[in-house]
């Protein structure tokens, strides 16, 4: 049960008072449970099977820390990404991992991989799928992340296809809302005469482009998150032209309007196969 005092009974430095004491013992509970952590972490260390990426133990601790806190005001989203950065944090004191995506920094995938490992993980960008998977079966990164299917598009047979010709399993899957943002120093829409953007985001964000910008000569380029970062992180300087990206590209950037929204399903992989869970190749 959550309850607050009354603003009327209680003074602003008093509810900040009490802000703290709950902060102190927040701080206090965290290095608990990271102490126990590292007890786990070397219970693990002592068999040669163990995993420290569970992600089954991860669904089922979330699943009831959302049942315990129905009644209260935190929304179910910034519980669900602060346990995320809790269980990362608790993954990397037992065993720093390496997450291989299929990059540049700043695409859909890498958002995908954060959401999956949080910030606590260390990442790489490899240059194509086979790549990741190479990086993998290779043991210079622990697991992968490659997109499987999309919304818009349908399934992604080179990640499929890979699966056929490669020992790696699925071990892990998520869901990434895509928002495309249009990035520009043009003054309006008026005024764009080039779009640079990958095939697919043109795909999903189609109609759009059709009402929008149908005036426009639109040149694909691969991968999207390349195009925007390649030449110091800047948008070309020319006002009529405009590119596609991520908000995880975004931040590197300066200036974005959103422009179409779907999905994309992304498969974490290892060399090691989860009980119970089928290769990526026979998932439907």
Same mark, same amino acid.
């Given at each position: 049960?959550?309850?607050?005092?009354?603003?009327?009974?209680?003074?602003?430095?008093?509810?900040?008072q009490?802000?703290?004491?709950?902060?102190?013992?927040?701080?206090?509970?965290?290095n608990?449970?990271?102490?126990?952590?590292?007890?786990?972490?070397?219970?693990?260390?002592?068999?040669?099977?163990?995993?420290?990426?569970?992600?089954?133990?991860?669904r089922?601790?979330?699943?009831?820390?959302?049942?315990?806190?129905a009644?209260?005001?935190?929304?179910?989203?910034? &519980? #669900?990404?602060?346990?995320?950065?809790?269980i %990362?944090?608790?993954?990397?004191?037992?065993k !720093? $991992?390496? *997450? =291989?995506?299929?990059?540049?920094?700043?695409?859909?995938?890498?958002m995908a991989?954060?959401?999956?490992?949080?910030?606590?993980?260390?990442?790489?960008?490899?240059?194509?799928?086979?790549d990741?998977?190479?990086?993998?079966?290779?043991?210079?990164?622990?697991?992968?992340?490659?997109?499987?299917?999309?919304?818009?598009?349908?399934?992604?047979?080179?990640?499929?296809?890979?699966?056929?010709?490669?020992?790696l399993?699925?071990?892990?899957?998520v869901?990434?809302?895509?928002?495309?943002? &249009? #990035?520009?120093?043009?003054?309006?829409?008026? %005024?764009?005469?080039?779009?640079?953007?990958? !095939? $697919?985001? *043109? =795909?999903?964000?189609?109609?759009?482009l059709?009402?929008?910008?149908?005036?426009?000569e639109?040149?694909?380029?691969?991968?999207?998150?390349?195009?925007?970062?390649?030449?110091?992180?800047?948008?070309?300087?020319?006002?009529?032209?405009?590119?596609?990206?991520s908000?995880?590209?975004?931040?590197?950037?300066?200036t974005?309007?959103t422009?179409?929204?779907?999905?994309?399903?992304?498969?974490?992989?290892?060399?090691?196969?989860?009980?119970?869970?089928?290769?990526?190749?026979?998932?439907?």
């Amino acid at each position: 049960m959550f309850a607050a005092n009354s603003p009327r009974m209680t003074s602003l430095d008093d509810l900040r008072q009490q802000i703290d004491a709950v902060d102190e013992e927040l701080v206090r509970l965290l290095n608990e449970r990271a102490q126990l952590s590292l007890d786990v972490g070397r219970r693990k260390a002592a068999s040669p099977e163990a995993r420290y990426f569970a992600p089954e133990r991860e669904r089922d601790m979330l699943d009831r820390l959302v049942a315990q806190h129905a009644a209260g005001p935190l929304p179910k989203e910034a &519980l #669900l990404a602060i346990y995320r950065e809790i269980i %990362s944090a608790s993954i990397a004191l037992q065993k !720093p $991992i390496t *997450i =291989a995506f299929w990059g540049p920094p700043g695409t859909f995938t890498e958002m995908a991989a954060r959401r999956r490992f949080g910030s606590s993980a260390g990442y790489f960008a490899c240059a194509t799928i086979p790549d990741v998977f190479g990086e993998v079966e290779r043991g210079r990164a622990d697991y992968g992340v490659v997109p499987v299917e999309n919304s818009t598009e349908g399934v992604v047979n080179y990640t499929l296809d890979m699966f056929h010709s490669t020992s790696l399993k699925v071990c892990a899957e998520v869901y990434v809302d895509i928002v495309q943002n &249009l #990035l520009t120093h043009a003054p309006d829409l008026k %005024s764009v005469k080039r779009l640079y953007s990958a !095939p $697919i985001v *043109i =795909a999903q964000c189609r109609h759009w482009l059709d009402t929008h910008l149908a005036h426009a000569e639109t040149i694909e380029v691969q991968p999207t998150g390349r195009r925007q970062t390649r030449k110091g992180r800047r948008l070309p300087r020319s006002g009529r032209r405009k590119c596609t990206a991520s908000r995880c590209c975004l931040r590197r950037l300066k200036t974005a309007r959103t422009t179409a929204r779907g999905f994309w399903w992304w498969a974490t992989m290892s060399r090691r196969r989860r009980a119970g869970t089928r290769p990526a190749c026979c998932l439907r």
